[in-house]
């Protein structure tokens, strides 16, 4: 059975650097997916006699309606308290609601996108059980964007509805979804998204306790296949990084290398409160500066990545996923200049 894979949220940005070449045609794969409003559904529920009205909404929704429950609302598994929390979810999100149908009366392009990219995973991909529905969500705004569960792909609209939605900046939200984070709470990034939990399904985090270097490329490998399930979409959706950034990272690709080469065998450093400023989302990278994206462990992984693919045109998708991180690293002798 496909677990759960939630998706807080990853950044993406509206430039591109330029589109992968050799696009293949990918037209005549036939991919199912229904598009289901469970926003609609669970905002029209009769609070008035909520017990009968959940039990139709589960007729409906057999599976996804306890995820949506006991995972995402959290509520309590006792009858009287989910009644009560969900009444008052009803009552307090019913502004959220109605902003969220203002912006998306139909969800029909963004299922497209996404079907465009399910064509990609199967082509590479044939094995892998794609999810059979798209469904639309509202959860509370400090949880999550994107969710693929057995039912299929949920995405949480509350968190895509634009950078200046007000609630975003309240001190509380602000505090979970940082403003470099909910700057990117847009409808361009749903399709990205979810193929980033598709690659996580296929391929979950390995970077455990490796050495920063291995961790880069077990990132960059992410980020391979992704330009490949998505060979349309800009660099900077695919990055997280913001346009300028991501010009940074293009510019100074040889000085950011050069700062992992010359500093104490840094690549080599396993330690997570050494690594960790390298690895995950943030504003910036501290020690490089203000032009830096966080995260930025994954655009050198990624250019370490495409040096190794480089080397052999027989090497696939299925060929990197299964070589193990220190190899990679060993054998594409990276030094950009």
């Known amino acids: 059975m496909k677990k759960m894979v939630f998706f807080a949220f990853v950044a993406v940005g509206l430039f591109s650097c330029g589109h992968r070449k050799n696009i293949p045609n990918v037209s005549g794969i036939n991919i199912q997916l229904d598009t289901l409003r469970f926003d609609r559904d669970f905002f029209a529920l009769d609070t008035t006699r909520l017990e009968a009205s959940l039990d139709a909404l589960q007729q409906k929704y057999p599976n996804f309606i306890n995820d949506y429950l006991f995972n995402l609302l959290a509520v309590p598994m006792n009858k009287d308290s989910t009644l009560t929390k969900v009444k008052l979810f009803i009552h307090d999100y019913k502004p959220v609601y109605d902003t969220v149908l203002a912006k998306y009366p139909s969800v029909a392009a963004e299922a497209k996108e996404v079907k465009r990219a399910m064509q990609f995973v199967h082509y590479y991909f044939p094995d892998y059980k794609l999810p059979k529905s798209f469904i639309s969500f509202i959860g509370p705004l400090e949880g999550y964007s994107n969710v693929l569960t057995t039912t299929g792909f949920a995405v949480g609209l509350q968190l895509y509805l634009g950078k200046d939605y007000p609630a975003y900046n309240t001190d509380y939200i602000a505090d979970v979804y940082p403003q470099y984070q909910s700057g990117r709470f847009e409808a361009g990034y749903i399709a990205v998204n979810c193929i980033k939990n598709i690659i996580s399904d296929i391929y979950p985090d390995n970077k455990g306790n490796l050495p920063l270097a291995y961790q880069m490329v077990e990132a960059g490998k992410k980020m391979y296949v992704l330009d490949y399930l998505t060979p349309e979409t800009p660099d900077s959706v695919k990055t997280g990084y913001t ?39 943030g504003p910036k990278t501290e020690v490089l500066g203000e032009g830096s994206p966080g995260f930025i462990g994954q655009f050198v992984g990624w250019q370490i990545v495409k040096k190794w693919m480089q080397q052999d045109e027989k090497r696939t998708l299925a060929t990197l996923l299964q070589t193990p991180p220190k190899q990679i690293f060993e054998e594409a002798k990276y030094k950009p200049r």
């Open 243 to 281: 346009d300028k950034q991501l010009q940074w990272c293009n510019a100074f690709e040889a000085q950011i290398w050069n700062y992992f080469v010359q500093n104490d065998n840094l690549l080599y450093v396993s330690d997570p409160g050494q690594t960790k400023d390298y690895m995950t989302d």
